[in-house]
């Protein structure tokens, strides 16, 4: 009698656990739906909600580009900061053209220190800025690399750590008195699946991307009583530049079709992989497959084949 009591016991917490792990991917599901479907139809009105003007970081090509095209198209002005003088006026007159929206531009090198800021000071003082997207970002390696094989690996070092870093925290410290005063603000901060887990052969990027989701995530919950969002994006591959531009599918997006996908999130999410595609590759990596197993020799192997074909298919092209 015991022994039966026992074993329906043991069949009712089997049930119950069961009922736990469907209801949570049901759940999943449904944020998913209400995050990346819904909001295509239902989706913020940033400038009624933020208004002011947007700041976006790297904004001269792939991802900055396409933030600071679609921001304009939703009613933006927009300043613009990246390093190359003559790609930041060619953006600029794209956007007064196609958008008939007002354009500021900074020339800066982001992978200097903390005595670049100043300059972004002078400019951003007068404006009243809504929305700050923090998109700059770089590689250390043209390549797949172990951390001693990097070629100039000191200058490596504190560039990568200098843009991919210390940009978000000085952007966001100029940024974010003005919008505490003003009780609204969205801070958009671009960060990587590389950031996720541990990807071997490219682990300072991965680290700096780590820092900005882990940053984003603690300022969220630090300003939100004050009107603020901050926003961390996580996407998998984009066709642009540092991807060497591969060819878009089904996992690929374009720039254009992220950013915008991703903007839609906004005031759904704090935290998203921008589009539908990459929030299920994301939950596959996340949920099916272990840290063991990603890093796992044949995984590797194969990583490391995908990208030397796409390094070489670049230099063809």
Known sequence: MEESQFYRWLHQLGLLALSYLVLRQVWTLLIGIK??????????????????????????????????????????????????????????????????????????????????????????????IGILV??????????????????????????????????????????????????KGLIINISSAAGAHPYPMTAIYGATKAFVDFFSRSLHYEYR?????VQSVIPNLVSTNMTYNISTNILVKTSDDFAREALNTVGYTHRTNGCLSHCFQGYIIDHL????????????????????MIFKLQKVN
């Open 35 to 128: 995050n990346h479907i819904l909001s295509r139809w239902w989706r913020t009105n940033l400038k009624n909600k933020y208004g002011g003007w947007a700041v976006v970081t790297g904004a001269t090509d792939g991802i900055g580009k396409a933030y600071a095209m679609e921001l304009a198209r939703r009613g933006f002005d927009v300043v613009l900061i990246s390093r190359n003088v003559e790609k930041l006026q060619k953006v600029a007159q794209e956007i007064e053209k196609q958008s008939r929206q007002k354009t500021k531009i900074i020339q800066l090198d982001f992978t200097g220190g903390s005595e670049i800021y100043p300059k972004v000071e002078k400019v951003l003082k007068d404006l009243d």
């Open 134 to 183: 923090n998109n700059v970002g770089m590689l250390y390696q043209p390549g797949p690399s172990r951390f001693l094989d990097v070629s100039d690996i000191n200058k490596r070092i504190s560039d990568i750590l200098n843009c991919n870093v210390l940009s978000i925290a000085h952007m966001t410290r100029i940024v974010l008195p003005r919008m505490v005063v003003r009780k």
């Open 225 to 229: 009583s004050d009107g603020i969002t």
């Open 289 to 308: 497959l272990t840290e063991t197993f990603m890093n796992s020799s044949i995984c590797r192997f194969i990583a490391g084949c995908a990208m030397k």
